[in-house]
């Protein structure tokens, strides 16, 4: 048996992730599996998070192997009972991704460039945070590195393990 590492919620399901490197999914009402997206990390994965991006919903996994994988989650593709697949590697951190936290922006000032909608923020082992605009994540077209950060925050100097964002 592998260690549960990581569960994260959204509407009536469960999303929990193994160092067997799959995420399972639950029903919340039923307490049964209804699905897994497996096996898209080479190494264990640390955490999760779910929050709007390219599709309706996404489901996010960072990993031992230094990648945040991303999951359109819409009903009908978790309810189909099918593995779900990954829609987008993000590959900017230089060491394992520790956490991860999605939250809607709003800027202060109406006047303000800073797009709203919602963030992507992840945390390493490589002692940054990084800052995506997850509506950009998971669009066809986009190159492998893309979408880049538009932020990076810097100053720890060890692993970042957790984040919490409050307005």
């Known amino acids: ?18 160092a067997d490197k799959s995420i399972c999914v639950w029903d919340l009402g039923t307490l049964e599996r209804v699905g897994v997206i497996d096996l898209h ?33 819409s009903p009908d593709i978790v309810a189909s ?22 939250q809607r922006f709003y800027p202060e000032d109406e006047y303000s460039n800073a797009v709203r909608g919602w963030r992507l923020y992840s945390g390493s082992a490589d002692c940054t945070i990084q800052v995506l605009e997850a509506v950009f994540i998971g669009k066809g077209g986009l190159l492998p590195d893309d979408p880049q950060p538009f932020g990076v925050l810097r100053g720890h100097t060890s692993t970042v393990t957790t984040l919490a964002v409050a307005r």
């Open 41 to 73: 990390h080479r190494d264990e994965i640390n955490c999760l998070a779910v929050g709007a991006g390219g599709f309706d919903m996404m489901l996010f996994s960072g990993s031992n192997d230094h990648t945040i994988k991303a999951y359109n989650i």
């Open 1 to 18: 048996h592998w260690p549960v590492t990581a569960v994260a919620f959204h509407g009536e399901w469960i999303f929990s992730a193994s």
């Open 81 to 102: 009972g099918k593995t779900v697949p990954c829609v987008h590697t993000i590959t900017h951190h230089q060491a394992p991704v520790t956490c991860l936290l999605t």
